[in-house]
């Protein structure tokens, strides 16, 4: 009896065979690619569209803008049942970038479109009510996952240049759902797009370095900030330079190799930041406001965005005002500075993003910035700057590897006529220095992904490539105990002195650091320190 009963299920199960179609896509957990498989059924039952496997807010309102798209196009949706599975169904999908892939899932069940012609792309993009197609963000790292796995990309043509960068790949580029369904049928091939640089790069206006009157010690440690990749900090009076000297550092920094430009250009396309779809020319250069948030610093939000740290990769990020910005979200920048990379922790996920960027900061003395200057500092002083700065913790400090004092601008000074060095001058002492610091680390073995600059190589390099002379020695050992230097200090002390070694065009590449280095390095340390 239970055989029979089984064989009579099956013969009334092959009586209704449902239509299912499979379309490839992907989510997004950091710079992390998960593949997502979109499995649409239409099947006999009440009308209805249902969208399935943990889909966000945006995803579930996908089904409206397909049905309105298909409408646009003069198709309805079939009377049945309309059921739509993301996944694997434990991993959270979010984005208006499953638009397409529905859609195309959806046309495919309906035999609109054969389903063999698409089952070997990768698809996304989001949907307007009248079917074209719109940019959506993530499209670089969608891209790169398909070359990996022998994918052709389908996307909004606005996304086609940015698409373009991934290597060896077979992009379709539609701009909307009608020409995409013409080229899938063979009647209108749509031209392979090109990959293209972004026409408006995010670059701040760039200071020349000439521009600035006076600072010459400032000048002096933003250019070993810059050769070494250091954390900088200025202190001074309002009006005096600091937000200037900031802004010339992108100016005197060599250009992104391609590696880093393409790393730089994902993290950018997760955040929808791409310029015009093209890949970024040059380095990040972040400020946000004091008021930030510790989420949009770090990185997190609904959809665990990245956040500045990250958007600010292979670049620099500007804290302007410092001890203005929030206790917490200070804090919260000890660890990235340290691991290079941002650990966003939620209780469903883990996300992390790379963070090596180079971290600007200035601020006044104290509250109403004239500490020192009778005439002008307010009745509250010396009181008011202990406060003031001790809204920077401690170790906060010691992750600065330079500290310079940003004097008020004399009248002399302003009077000059003529500026002194310009950026591509002293731009090109940077590059001959990190490129000596990139043939020392290649010779030790040091990985381009671990970081070859001196602010980044492992402690076990940084022995290597710093030994000292006696007298030198004796100098660090003698600071050591008198500045009650930490041990984080005392490696940064070498780090800096390796940079000004570098910069050093007398001093011969593999000689030990001469006192002189040390010196120099010391003077750049907070006094309290």
């Not at 307010?378 to 310079?404: E, F, H, T, W």
């Not at 004399?410 to 590059?431: I, M, P, T, Y």
């Amino acid at each position: 009896m239970l055989s029979t009963c089984h064989n009579e299920i099956e013969v009334e199960q092959k009586g209704n065979i449902d239509v299912v179609a499979s379309i490839k896509t992907v989510a997004f957990q950091g710079i992390d690619v998960q593949p997502v498989d979109v499995q649409v059924q239409i099947s006999n039952g009440l009308p209805a569209f249902t969208i399935v496997g943990l889909p966000d807010k945006a995803v579930a309102e996908s089904k409206e803008r397909v049905r309105a798209a298909l409408h646009a196009l003069g198709l309805s949706l079939p009377p049945k049942r309309l059921t739509v599975n993301l996944a694997p169904a434990d991993l959270s999908k979010e984005g208006s970038h499953f638009d397409l892939p529905i859609a195309l899932g959806v046309l495919a069940a309906m035999e609109i479109i054969p389903q063999d012609k698409i089952e070997a792309a990768l698809v996304l993009g989001e949907l307007s009510l009248d079917a074209s197609l719109r940019a959506v963000s993530g499209v670089l790292p969608a891209a790169m996952h398909a070359s990996a796995n022998d994918n052709v990309l389908i996307c909004p043509s606005a996304c086609g240049g940015e698409a373009a960068w991934a290597g060896d790949l077979s992009i379709v580029a539609a701009q909307d759902l009608l020409q995409l369904i013409n080229h899938i049928k063979g009647q209108c091939p749509i031209e392979v797009p090109q990959a293209r640089l972004g026409e408006t790069d995010a670059v701040i206006a760039l200071v020349d370095l000439a521009d600035v009157k006076g600072q010459e010690s400032a000048k002096r440690a933003l250019e070993v900030a810059a050769a070494g990749g250091h954390n900088l900090l200025m202190s001074g009076p309002p009006g005096s330079g600091k937000s200037m000297l900031a802004r010339c550092l992108p100016g005197v920094l060599p250009p992104l190799s391609p590696q880093e430009a393409l790393e730089v250009s994902m993290i950018h396309s997760l955040a929808g930041s791409l310029p015009d779809g093209g890949l970024l020319r040059h380095r990040p250069f972040r400020d946000p406001h004091h008021s930030a948030s510790l989420p949009s610093l770090i990185g997190g939000g609904h959809r665990v965005k990245p956040g500045e740290i990250s958007l600010a990769h292979h670049g620099v990020l500007f804290l302007d005002e410092l001890p203005e910005f929030a206790r917490g979200t200070l804090e919260a920048l000890r660890q990235p500075l340290e691991a290079r990379e941002a650990l966003i922790a939620r209780a469903d996920k883990h996300v992390r993003y790379p963070a090596r960027f180079q971290l600007i900061a200035a601020m006044n003395p104290c509250r109403c910035g004239h500490l020192g200057d009778a005439d002008l500092a307010c009745s509250k002083a010396p009181r008011c700057a202990v406060d003031y700065q001790n809204k920077i913790s401690g170790p906060m400090l010691d992750r600065m590897d330079l500290y310079v004092e940003v004097p008020a601008v004399s009248v002399d000074d302003l009077n000059k006529s003529g500026g002194g060095e310009r950026s591509a001058q002293v731009a090109a002492r940077v590059a001959q220095a990190q490129e000596r610091q990139r043939l020392r680390s290649e010779r030790l073995g040091v990985s381009e992904n671990s970081g070859r600059l001196n602010a980044f190589i492992s402690g076990e390099a940084l022995e290597a490539v710093t030994q000292m002379d006696g007298e030198a020695k004796a100098l660090l050992d003698k600071a050591m105990e008198r500045s009650k230097l930490s041990a984080r200090g005392y490696y940064r002390v070498l780090r800096v002195a390796r940079t000004i070694a570098d910069l050093d065009v007398r001093a011969v590449d593999d000689a030990p650091l001469s006192s002189a280095h040390i010196a120099e390095a010391l003077s750049y340390r907070r006094p309290s320190f």
